[in-house]
């Protein structure tokens, strides 16, 4: 009788907090692997803090690095971020249900319940199907990325140099992680190729999409009267985005990042630069020569990030779609929020809104410790904490640099970019009982 009694008085851990947990028992093994003297090119142990601030940026899909990925890190090490990478780009719930899966165990609703979460699903019944289209779509995008990158990395680099590239480069452009082995230039050398940065930025926009999307897309047979609402904001948004960034990029940058660029090196470099800050983290100009305008925008871009159940991270498109709607609305003075003829309900707007509180919150504070901290400039630190919330990766050269708070600083904010802000909430939220008790209202002025 007492064994019952204390069994229902612990506490159950929700699903959001099983998500963080599993993340960092991921991120906490790659740290140990990587102090491993296996791991480095001199043979020496990598000190913790350096070994778990990249362990929690390939895991988290962010692409920022104390160490020169390519200098330091040996085969094996590399090997390891690669995994780390696809386990964070995946999720780990959803590697452990294709085991289950390939095992020929059934799925508990609990497990269901787990992966529709982490996956960005919505109903309990897709689960199977989802999981298989999940490994399916990564898997072939990944290989497809990996061919066609091989066709210019082989001729360059030999047959297994031009292999091993191709295929880390395909899977971290595809998971949106940013970890690039070229060296301390990432793509900056391939500016002018417009066939490595189609095929890259290719890689970008269908791995931020989400798979809920891709689902959507193959279901609707992209007809737009077949798509679900989600569906439509995710392209949309990222249409918008994608090319308005681009557009402003393109003459923004004219006399600063991209001078002395041909107009088909800037019209590359634009495309290039605006699906990276959708949380890829790869770049081809130098981002410390960025005007203040064009680095005050690329921080906006990297905040928002990807899309739900996507590997980037981020914002994410439909909660600024959300947000921004239900402003639109409330200055019309209009009850129902109506996109694409769809309601959305007051729940998911509510939640949108504390979403973008968060994120506006920790920007803020993160930015202020950052520069107590460090000696960098209000738009440095800026761009710096925005590119680790949205896990993006992208950095004006002064990662490195960091002392070993600024370091646990960013790790925290790339971990809660890839739980998500709602989620980071939820995580240390206590559930109580509801009380059944309405509370007298009172209005007060806004605005």
């Given at each position: 009788?007492?064994?019952?009694?204390?069994?229902?008085?612990?506490?159950?851990?929700?699903y959001t907090q099983l998500i963080a947990i599993s993340f960092a028992a991921v991120i906490?093994?790659?740290?140990?692997?990587?102090?491993?003297?296996?791991?480095?090119?001199?043979?020496?142990?990598?000190?913790?803090?350096?070994a778990l601030f990249t362990a929690a940026s390939a895991t988290c899909v962010t692409g920022l690095t104390v160490v020169t990925t390519a200098a330091h890190w040996s085969f094996f090490g590399k090997i390891v971020i690669l995994i780390l990478i696809q386990i964070g780009g995946l999720g780990l719930m959803t590697l452990i249900a294709v085991l289950s899966v390939f095992a020929n165990k059934q799925l508990g609703l609990q497990s269901r319940r787990l992966l529709t979460q982490s996956a960005g699903s919505m109903r309990l019944s897709d689960t199977d199907t989802l999981i298989k289209k999940i490994v399916v779509g990564t898997v072939s995008m990944e290989v497809f990325?990996?061919?066609?990158?091989?066709?210019?990395?082989?001729?360059?680099?030999?047959?297994?140099?031009?292999?091993?590239l191709s295929v880390f480069h395909a899977v971290?452009?595809?998971?949106?992680?940013?970890?690039?082995?070229?060296?301390?230039?990432?793509?900056?050398?391939?500016?002018?190729?417009?066939?490595?940065?189609?095929?890259?930025?290719?890689?970008?926009?269908?791995?931020?999409?989400?798979?809920?999307?891709?689902?959507?897309?193959?279901l609707s047979r992209l007809k737009p009267s077949k798509m679900r609402l989600q569906t439509?904001?995710?392209?949309?948004?990222?249409?918008?985005?994608?090319?308005g960034g681009?557009?402003?990029?393109?003459?923004?940058?004219?006399?600063?990042?991209m001078q002395g660029f041909s107009v088909g090196e800037r019209l590359t470099a634009s495309f290039f630069q605006s699906a990276t800050l959708r949380t890829a983290g790869f770049y081809t100009i130098d981002q410390q020569k960025l005007s203040q305008g064009s680095s005050m925008l690329s921080s906006a871009l990297m905040l928002i990030g990807g899309s739900p159940g996507s590997t980037a991270g981020g914002l994410k498109t439909?909660?600024?779609?959300?947000?921004?709607?239900?402003?639109?609305?409330?200055?019309?003075?209009?009850?129902?929020?109506?996109?694409?003829?769809?309601?959305?309900?007051?729940?998911?707007?509510?939640?949108?809104?504390?979403?973008?509180?968060?994120?506006?919150?920790?920007l803020i504070a993160g930015t202020v410790t950052l520069c107590v901290l460090?000696?960098?400039?209000?738009?440095?630190?800026?761009?710096?904490?925005?590119?680790?919330?949205?896990?993006?990766?992208?950095?004006?050269?002064?990662?490195?640099?960091?002392?070993?708070?600024?370091?646990?600083?960013?790790?925290?904010?790339?971990?809660?970019?890839?739980?998500?802000?709602?989620?980071?909430?939820?995580?240390?939220?206590?559930?109580?009982?509801?009380?059944?008790?309405e509370r007298p209202s009172e209005k007060i002025l806004i605005g």
């Open positions: 009788m007492k064994n019952n009694m204390k069994k229902k008085s612990r506490k159950r851990l929700t906490i093994t790659g740290s140990v692997l990587l102090c491993l003297p296996l791991s480095a090119q001199n043979g020496r142990p990598t000190p913790f803090i350096d990325g990996a061919i066609c990158l091989s066709i210019r990395f082989i001729p360059r680099y030999g047959p297994w140099r031009g292999i091993w971290s452009s595809f998971c949106n992680a940013g970890f690039d082995v070229l060296g301390e230039s990432s793509f900056s050398e391939f500016r002018s190729d417009i066939y490595v940065n189609t095929v890259l930025i290719l890689l970008i926009i269908v791995g931020g999409l989400g798979f809920y999307v891709w689902n959507d897309l193959i439509k904001l995710v392209l949309t948004v990222s249409g918008i985005l994608f090319f681009a557009v402003w990029f393109f003459f923004e940058e004219k006399n600063h990042s439909t909660t600024v779609a959300v947000t921004l709607a239900s402003a639109f609305y409330a200055g019309r003075t209009v009850s129902d929020v109506t996109v694409f003829k769809r309601r959305i309900d007051e729940r998911t707007i509510k939640q949108a809104a504390a979403i973008v509180h968060v994120y506006i919150a920790v460090e000696p960098v400039s209000l738009s440095d630190g800026i761009f710096e904490i925005a590119s680790a919330m949205g896990t993006v990766g992208l950095t004006t050269g002064i990662t490195p640099q960091f002392c070993n708070a600024s370091k646990l600083l960013i790790i925290l904010l790339m971990f809660g970019g890839r739980i998500g802000g709602l989620s980071m909430v939820t995580v240390f939220a206590e559930k109580k009982r509801k009380v059944m008790l």
